[in-house]
T-cell receptor, first 116, second 115 residues
Framework: DGGITQSPKYLFRKEGQNVTLSCEQNLNHDAMYWYRQDPGQGLRLIYYSQIVNDFQKGDIAEGYSVSREKKESFPLTVTSAQKNPTAFYLC???????????????FGSGTRLTVV | AQKITQTQPGMFVQEKEAVTLDCTYD???????LFWYKQPSSGEMIFLIYQGSYDEQNATEGRYSLNFQKARKSANLVISASQLGDSAMYFCAMREGDSGYALNFGKGTSLLVTP
């Protein structure tokens, strides 16, 4: 079955460490997205990528980095520059975003990151 | 500026009653899409319903309907015959060119269905 896989489900990080969250999709979607969710804040866009080897910053990109070397994969690195990384992270994908206002996303099941 | 506004942080509804969750949006695009998602405590995002800016009829999907008032820029979700399993967070979202076609989400409404 096609879908999006995020791993790990739970992740603990020590302060000052970089961590990478995995996101893999087998839906042949062109576009992929990373969101951060904090209580009472809804989902805020971190980065998105519409094609391989290209990505754009979202509303809260500081302290994060991404790569898009393969269509299927869009890993997110939470760097030590991110001062408050404890949150729930959701990855999503969709068909190519242009001309796609009537298409929603397929979401992964999320990664809960906690700084200890 | 906030693109999607959900003014109800929390709502209660009795089982079998109908409930309306409010959503207003802001865009200068003529072509855009409006979406509602449900998020249970497990964290997964479940797509509920979609309304296109050019759609003349209000969208319906089973017990979910979308009250689309374009001139007022509102897209309220109506859940009929509420069930205990409807208790969850509900997010309104919009997709439009001004945002690079990424979905913009509201802050959500927490719905609790009581017996």
């Amino acid at each position: 079955d096609g879908g999006i896989t995020q791993s790990p489900k739970y992740l603990f990080r020590k302060e000052g460490q970089n961590v990478t969250l995995s996101c893999e999709q087998n839906l042949n979607h062109d576009a992929m997205y990373w969101y951060r969710q904090d209580p009472g804040q809804g989902l805020r866009l971190i980065y998105y990528s519409q094609i391989v080897n290209d990505f754009q910053k979202g509303d809260i990109a500081e302290g994060y980095s991404v790569s898009r070397e393969k269509k299927e994969s869009f890993p997110l690195t939470v760097t030590s520059a991110q001062k408050n990384p404890t949150a729930f992270y959701l990855c999503a994908s969709s068909i190519h975003s242009r001309q796609a206002t009537n298409y929603g996303y397929t979401f992964g099941s999320g990664t809960r990151l906690t700084v200890v | 500026a906030q693109k999607i506004t959900q003014t109800q942080p929390g709502m209660f509804v009795q089982e079998k009653e109908a409930v309306t969750l409010d959503c207003t949006y802001d865009t200068s695009d003529q072509s855009y899409g409006l979406f509602w998602y449900k998020q249970p405590s497990s964290g997964e995002m479940i797509f509920l319903i979609y309304q296109g800016s050019y759609d003349e009829q209000n969208a319906t999907e089973g017990r979910y309907s979308l009250n689309f008032q374009k001139a007022r820029k509102s897209a309220n979700l109506v859940i009929s015959a509420s069930q205990l399993g409807d208790s969850a967070m509900y997010f309104c979202a919009m997709r439009e060119g001004d945002s690079g076609y990424a979905l913009n989400f509201g802050k959500g409404t927490s719905l609790l269905v009581t017996p």
